[in-house]
Structure formats: C-alpha cells, structure tokens
C-alpha cells in the first residue's frame, strides 16, 4: 500500500492506473478509522481494480469553535487498518498542500444545505463540497463512496456531482452500528460511558419513531415530539434538531405519506451526535 503526501504524486499514480484500463474507488476520511468506514472501503474493494483513501481533517468545514483542533487522530493504525481492507493507496495531504496560499474558490450549493445540520454548522457542507471536489479532481476516481449516517452530506455530493457533471459515480453504503444500535463514529470516542448510555437515544428514537409509524400514526409533529421526549429522558441531552423530511429535497413533511426520512442531531455532553433512518410506510412502494 502507498502513502502518498502531494497532489502531483497521486494525480500521476491515478493517470497510470486509469491509462492501464483500471478502475478506481475513492473513499474520503477524516481518519480515525472504525467499522463504518473499512466497510466503505471493502464496497470499493469490490467494485473497482484499485482503492484509494484519503485522510484529511479538513478545516474548512468546521466552524469557529468546534472540534477542529480536537479531533482524534491515528495515522499509523488507520494505515494498518486499510491496508488489511486491501487499499491501494492513502492520500494524506497536509493542509498547505491542499489549500495554499490565497486560496479563494469555494463550492457553495443554493438549497440543500438550508435544512439540517447545515442550519447549525453554516460553513460545514461549503467545505465538504469544496474539498470533496478537490479531492474528485486530484483522486480521479470512477466511483466515490460515501456512508449514509452522514445522510445530508451524501446529498450535496450526488447534487454537486449532477450539476458540475463529475463523471463519478457516488455510491451511498448503510450504516454500520455498534451491536447495541449506536452509529459508528469518530467522534464517539469524546463520549464518557454514561454519555455513550445516552447517545443510544438517539437510535432507539428512530425505531421509535418506526413503530408508530407502523400503529398508523403518520403525523410528522407527533412522531418528533415522542422522539424528543424519549431523547430528553435521557441525562446529558440537549437537541440541535430532529426533522421529518423528503428524502430528496430534505424539504419538511407534515404528514407521511411516502417514505420519509428521519434525521436529528442531539449534543451529548460537548459531542454532536447524528443518526437517520428512512421511515417506511408498512406495505408501501419504495
Ligand atoms: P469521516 O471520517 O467522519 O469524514 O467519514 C468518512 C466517510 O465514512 C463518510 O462517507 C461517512 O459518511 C462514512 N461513515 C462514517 N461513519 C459511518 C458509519 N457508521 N457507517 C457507514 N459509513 C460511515
């Protein structure tokens, strides 16, 4: 496996793997690898000729006072680690090498950053767009992979893949959880153990949310509002939002009526934690 640390290197490695007939999968990190994302990287495994992974904490899409500076890392284990998923290669930039000096373009999408977690982290997804495309253009992958626990994320990526004309296919892969429910994240390990006891709320609220759905309950208000409670029942709680929404526009939904998509943040002590889930209608067509 490479370890590669310039743009150059990595843009020649993928010209040659792409001249030879090759197929290449692309999956993006912020390292601190677990479960979730080795399972990114063996569905790449299995679509493409060669893998390639990217570790970057990327600073453009935390905002002022979040968790930048504090965010786990573990470069020699994330390299064993992806090495036995059998990536190819790992793209480990510093951050003069991906932004240098005056760096002034951005990628900003109009809409679908304006619900979710974009209403509290305004800068987040202007800076996932911008270095995923960033990292499109240096990688040169046929195939990008993305996980669904970071459901909005996926959206903006297939919209901006859509309207710049990317020729990349952006594959979304489910979830990987704890055997308890609790969605595998980087970011568990600030949790406490009394802390991580109450972020399981966060999973047991959308099965919740499921259930009644299930006993015919189909307004959206009402779903949520069970939702909060369950969550707030729980110490150390504090909720960012949960929203009801089309699954496409991640436009609100009163009523249920199509499958729906569930999606909350809640702050756990100081960690934002994040969980989705589609609500289906029983014995409706997807
Ligand atoms: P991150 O390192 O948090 O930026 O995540 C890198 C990629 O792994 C993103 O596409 C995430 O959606 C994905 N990912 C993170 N956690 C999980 C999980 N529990 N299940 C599936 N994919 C995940």
Same mark, same amino acid.
């Given at each position: 496996?490479?370890?590669?640390?310039?743009?150059?290197?990595?843009?020649?490695?993928?010209? $040659? !793997?792409?001249?030879?007939?090759?197929?290449?999968?692309?999956?993006?990190?912020?390292?601190?690898?677990?479960?979730?994302?080795?399972?990114?990287?063996?569905?790449?495994?299995?679509?493409?000729? +060669?893998?390639?992974?990217?570790?970057?904490?990327?600073?453009?899409?935390?905002?002022?006072?979040?968790?930048?500076?504090?965010?786990?890392?573990?470069?020699?284990?994330?390299?064993?680690?992806?090495?036995? %998923?059998?990536?190819?290669?790992?793209?480990?930039?510093?951050?003069?090498?991906?932004?240098?000096?005056?760096?002034?373009?951005?990628?900003?999408? &109009?809409?679908?950053?304006?619900?979710?977690?974009? !209403?509290?982290?305004?800068?987040?997804?202007?800076?996932?767009?911008?270095?995923?495309?960033?990292?499109?253009?240096?990688?040169?992958?046929?195939?990008?992979?993305?996980?669904?626990?970071?459901?909005? %994320?996926?959206?903006?990526?297939?919209? $901006?893949?859509?309207?710049?004309?990317? +020729?990349? &296919?952006?594959?979304?892969?489910?979830?990987?959880?704890?055997?308890?429910?609790?969605?595998?994240?980087?970011?568990?390990?600030?949790?406490?153990?009394?802390?991580?006891?109450?972020?399981?709320?966060?999973?047991?609220?959308?099965?919740?949310?499921?259930?009644?759905? &299930?006993?015919?309950?189909? +307004?959206?208000?009402?779903? !949520?509002?069970?939702?909060?409670?369950?969550?707030?029942?729980?110490?150390?709680?504090?909720?960012?939002?949960?929203?009801?929404? +089309?699954? &496409?526009?991640?436009?609100?939904?009163?009523?249920?009526?199509?499958?729906?998509?569930?999606?909350?943040?809640?702050?756990?002590?100081?960690?934002?934690?994040?969980?989705?889930?589609?609500?289906?209608?029983?014995?409706?067509?997807?």
């Amino acid at each position: 496996m490479e370890i590669i640390k310039t743009v150059k290197e990595i843009q020649k490695r993928s010209d $040659m !793997i792409r001249r030879s007939g090759k197929t290449i999968a692309f999956v993006p990190t912020m390292g601190f690898l677990h479960e979730g994302h080795l399972s990114l990287m063996r569905e790449g495994r299995n679509r493409c000729d +060669d893998v390639v992974i990217s570790i970057f904490v990327n600073p453009t899409q935390f905002g002022p006072g979040e968790d930048l500076e504090s965010y786990p890392r573990s470069f020699e284990r994330d390299c064993e680690l992806a090495e036995k %998923q059998g990536v190819n290669a790992i793209f480990a930039p510093n951050e003069k090498e991906l932004y240098g000096k005056n760096f002034q373009t951005y990628v900003k999408l &109009e809409d679908l950053p304006n619900h979710l977690c974009g !209403i509290s982290r305004p800068v987040h997804f202007r800076g996932v767009a911008t270095v995923v495309t960033k990292l499109f253009n240096i990688v040169k992958p046929h195939f990008a992979i993305f996980g669904q626990k970071d459901y909005q %994320q996926v959206a903006v990526i297939r919209q $901006m893949v859509k309207d710049l004309n990317f +020729d990349i &296919e952006i594959v979304g892969h489910p979830t990987v959880r704890e055997t308890d429910g609790l969605a595998m994240s980087s970011r568990n390990s600030y949790l406490t153990p009394d802390q991580r006891v109450s972020a399981l709320s966060l999973y047991a609220s959308l099965k919740k949310a499921q259930t009644l759905l &299930e006993n015919g309950i189909t +307004d959206a208000a009402e779903i !949520i509002r069970a939702a909060s409670e369950l969550i707030t029942s729980h110490p150390g709680t504090a909720i960012d939002y949960i929203t009801i929404c +089309d699954p &496409e526009t991640l436009a609100d939904m009163e009523t249920i009526s199509k499958p729906a998509l569930m999606a909350l943040a809640v702050k756990v002590g100081k960690t934002r934690v994040i969980d989705n889930m589609i609500l289906d209608i029983p014995g409706s067509q997807r």
